[in-house]
């Protein structure tokens, strides 16, 4: 919930986000919508709905999810269009830490996992998109993209123009 508290910061609305990879459990959306924002849900297999992938997000939780990706630079360039300007993706998952063990590694033993990661990976991406990047507990990645500008504007101030 703390991805929530960080983004109502910033904003004085609802805010809308998106639960991308995987259909999240009633739970988290019941959480989400008590604090009266709205989780969409795209899983590419269970709730495949494209017209999600038209529009931008106050923020996007990948939730166990990057590690299936089969082109994670394709997922990477989609998931940063979908952020609006400011907004955060929360991603977790398993991050490889002793390159040297991998064969011992039990996480690459799911076949269904495709895609590895280190700290350094998230670190290029985030450098090549500009993106503010946080390495948290547990194996979450939280990620902002730039507003575009350091500048706040008082709302207060522009009703009255």
Not at 4 to 13: R, V
Not at 68 to 77: A, G, T, V, Y
Not at 101 to 130: C, I, M, P
Request: aromatic share 14%; net charge neutral.
């Amino acid at each position: 919930m703390s991805l929530i508290l960080q983004c109502e910061q910033q904003s004085t609305g609802s805010l809308i986000g998106l639960n991308f990879g995987r259909v999240a459990e009633p739970e988290t959306v019941l959480s989400v919508e008590s604090h009266r924002h709205t989780l969409y849900q795209y899983d590419p297999f269970f709730a495949a709905n494209h017209d999600l992938l038209k529009r931008q997000y106050d923020f996007i939780c990948c939730y166990r999810v990057f590690e299936h990706f089969r082109f994670p630079f394709k997922e990477w360039s989609l998931l940063g269009k979908l952020l609006k300007p400011g907004a955060w993706l929360a991603i977790s998952t398993k991050l490889l830490t002793e390159p040297g063990a991998f064969d011992k590694w039990h996480h690459k033993n799911n076949l269904t996992h495709v895609s590895f990661y280190q700290r350094s990976t998230f670190e290029f991406l985030a450098q090549q998109a500009g993106f503010k990047l946080l390495f948290a507990a547990n194996d979450l990645i939280l990620v902002q993209k730039p507003s575009g500008s350091d500048i706040k504007r008082d709302q207060s101030s522009l009703d009255d123009v």
